[in-house]
């Protein structure tokens, strides 16, 4: 079993989550500390960056492909190309599940202009 050091025991349970890793040595450390008191290696700085919100327009370009993937898989399950498909698809597929997918498509896109418009 390995055992770690903690190289400034960290005070109050609260502050736990202060605590880093030296990345050399494993040593456990304040976040404030520059560099490590065993191995004496500078520690590189941690920069929090704030996580950004969805994108709406990510929501609208990831609705308007699944308007196209199911008009592609339609397309090609309902036989309307001049390819033949090596297997056949079920029926299932081109009564029920490539338009649910197309009017999701479409759901997500609209909630994307809608989210958009409303910020």
């Known amino acids: 079993m390995v055992t770690r050091q903690i190289a400034e025991p960290i005070g109050l349970p609260e502050q736990a989550g202060i605590a880093r890793q030296?990345?050399?040595c494993g040593v456990l450390l304040r976040s404030n500390?520059?560099?490590?008191?065993?191995?004496h290696e500078t520690l590189p700085k941690?920069?929090?960056?704030?996580?950004?919100?969805v994108a709406r327009r990510g929501q609208i370009r990831?609705?308007?492909l699944w308007m196209l993937l199911a008009a592609v898989i339609h397309y090609f399950a309902a036989g309307?190309?001049?390819?033949?498909l090596?297997?056949?698809i079920a029926p299932v597929v081109t009564v029920y599940l490539s338009p649910l997918?197309?009017?999701s498509g479409l759901g997500l896109t609209l909630y994307?202009?809608?989210?958009?418009?409303?910020?």
């Open 22 to 24: 030296c990345p050399y």
């Open 62 to 64: 990831r609705g308007l």
């Open 80 to 84: 309307h190309s001049a390819m033949d």
């Open 101 to 103: 997918l197309f009017l």
């Open 33 to 39: 500390c520059p560099e490590c008191p065993y191995c």
């Open 86 to 88: 090596p297997f056949p």
């Open 112 to 119: 994307g202009f809608y989210s958009r418009i409303s910020e």
């Open 46 to 53: 941690v920069r929090i960056v704030p996580v950004a919100p």
